[in-house]
Structure formats: structure tokens, C-alpha cells
């Protein structure tokens, strides 16, 4: 599967953007997906996953309550709705894939990942 995340922007504090992972070559319907984030100097971390059908979702607890993860298994696609942005989500954000059934909040866990997309708040 090859997945390409697009939506990163530079934003003011307090905006939104949606970010979204298309994926290629396999249904994603087949995956828990993952986003990640990576600020610069800084590991990567789990912000939000969902399950196969979407029933179950996870979130970082700096995020909860402003971001919001779905997917959309007809178009192949998983998005992460970000709200009232805070110049500390600034980072690069990425999408990632894991082949079994749980969510899981370490990267080494996910099997595929696609680039990052960029995201930059400023205050």
C-alpha cells in the first residue's frame, strides 16, 4: 500500500486545517491508520488512530477535544480535522498503516507510512 498525506499549511493560532491520507494500491479499509507528528529536534508521536471500520477512535491527550480523525473507506481516504490550532502542533504530520485490528501509539508498530505534511502555527 502507498499512502500520500496532503493538507499542511501554515496557519494563525486558533485556525483549522484538514489534513488527509489517500491511499493506493490496497483498500485502506484493510488497516487501523495512524497520524503522527514530528516536530523539529523532537521524536515522532502518536496523535490519533482508527480502527478498520471506524467505530474506534484514539487520540494523544495534548489533542483531544481539537482534533478529530475519520475515514472514508469508499474514497480510500482517512482525514484528521485539526481545530483551534496551538503553535505547538507545529510539526510535519504523518499517516501511517498497521495491518492488525488494535490501535496502537508507537510508530514502530505501523507498517507503511507516507510522506509528511507540513504544519506551521504561528501565535
Known amino acids: 500500500v502507498q499512502l500520500q498525506a496532503s493538507g499542511g499549511g501554515s496557519v494563525q493560532a486558533g485556525g483549522s486545517l484538514r489534513l488527509s491520507c489517500a491511499a493506493s494500491?490496497?483498500?485502506?479499509?484493510?488497516?487501523?491508520v495512524g497520524w503522527f507528528r514530528q516536530a523539529p529536534g523532537k521524536g515522532r508521536e502518536f496523535v490519533a488512530g482508527?480502527?478498520?471500520?471506524?467505530?474506534?477512535?484514539k487520540y494523544a491527550d495534548s489533542v483531544k477535544g481539537r482534533f478529530s480523525i475519520s475515514r472514508d473507506n469508499a474514497k480510500n481516504t482517512v482525514y484528521l480535522q485539526l481545530n483551534n490550532l496551538k503553535p505547538e502542533d507545529t510539526a510535519d504530520y504523518y499517516c501511517?498503516?498497521?495491518?492488525?485490528?488494535?490501535?496502537?501509539?508507537?510508530?514502530?508498530?505501523?507498517?507503511?507510512w507516507g510522506q509528511g505534511t507540513q504544519v506551521t502555527v504561528s501565535s
Open positions: 482508527i480502527s478498520r471500520a471506524g467505530i474506534t477512535t
Open positions: 494500491g490496497r483498500a485502506v479499509s484493510n488497516y487501523v
Open positions: 501511517a498503516v498497521d495491518d492488525l485490528y488494535t490501535i496502537k501509539d508507537r510508530p514502530q508498530e505501523y507498517d507503511y
